[in-house]
Antibody, heavy 127, light 106 residues
Framework: QVFLQESGPGLVKPSGTVSLTCSVS??????????WGWIRQSPGKGLEWIGS???????FYNPSLDSRSTVSADTSKNQFFLRLYLATAADTAVYYC???????????????????WGQGALVTVSS | DIEMIQSPSSLSASVGDRVIITCRAS??????LAWYQQKPGKAPKLLIY???SLENGVPSRFSGSGSGTEFTLTISGLRPDDIGTYSC?????????FGGGTKVEI
């Protein structure tokens, strides 16, 4: 069974960086065909995809957050990471890490649904 | 970005009722759609992918249908444990997007 666990500071100052780690057990990021992603949920709001990464270093981002976010992985530690720069109060949210399934269409391998989620980590951006 | 609109935003039903939730995409997404259930204070749980494929371990009272721009999630025989918020997600476009959610109460 696959488990994901988020960790990181719960309080970030405005203009600071949201830095989160997702530790994976039960699956190997290096050997996996899955993508690994981050999704957030602001208080009382819907889900918002932030970005996803593959073990080969490639990454993909929500265009609205592309310029401020980085998703990367450390296969030796079986962890992946989120860095969200220049944080504002609008970035206050519960942040989830998740394993992302894939499928093939005419243009090749594509990212799909999220089949396993971490429990979530609340990050508050406030001075 | 492809916008996903869910309706209704909330509903109240009785135990045993058939519940139908709709998700509409702003452009065609084929059948590249997933549904999630989220209980209060918990992470979302995958119910259905590829519009109608049931995830392992999900009860058969949950079913999905649709293609193109209109999709439905049906709960056949609502149970007390089914309360929560249900969200759709499209993955046809590289900019993955979710619907706003439908809160189901009993």
């Amino acid at each position: 069974q696959v488990f994901l666990q988020e960790s990181g500071p719960g309080l970030v100052k405005p203009s600071g960086t949201v830095s989160l780690t997702c530790s994976v057990s039960g699956d190997s990021i290096r050997g996996s065909s899955y993508y690994w992603g981050w999704i957030r949920q602001s208080p009382g709001k819907g889900l918002e995809w932030i970005g996803s990464a593959f073990h080969d270093g490639t990454s993909f981002y929500n265009p609205s957050l592309d310029s401020r976010s980085t998703v990367s992985a450390d296969t030796s530690k079986n962890q992946f990471f989120l860095r969200l720069y220049l944080a504002t109060a609008a970035d206050t949210a519960v942040y989830y890490c998740a394993r992302q399934g894939y499928y093939y269409d005419g243009s090749g391998k594509k990212r799909g649904w999220f089949d396993t989620w971490g429990q979530g980590a609340l990050v508050t951006v406030s001075s | 970005d492809i916008e996903m609109i869910q309706s209704p935003s909330s509903l109240s039903a009785s135990v045993g009722d058939r519940v139908i939730i709709t998700c509409r995409a702003s452009q065609s997404i084929g059948n590249w759609l997933a549904w999630y259930q989220q209980k209060p204070g918990k992470a979302p749980k995958l119910l259905i992918y590829k519009a109608s494929s049931l995830e392992n371990g999900v009860p058969s009272r949950f079913s999905g249908s649709g293609s193109g721009t209109e999709f439905t999630l049906t709960i056949s025989g609502l149970r007390p444990d089914d309360i929560g918020t249900y969200s759709c997600q499209q993955y046809q476009d590289s900019g993955l997007t979710f619907g706003g959610g439908t809160k189901v109460e009993i």
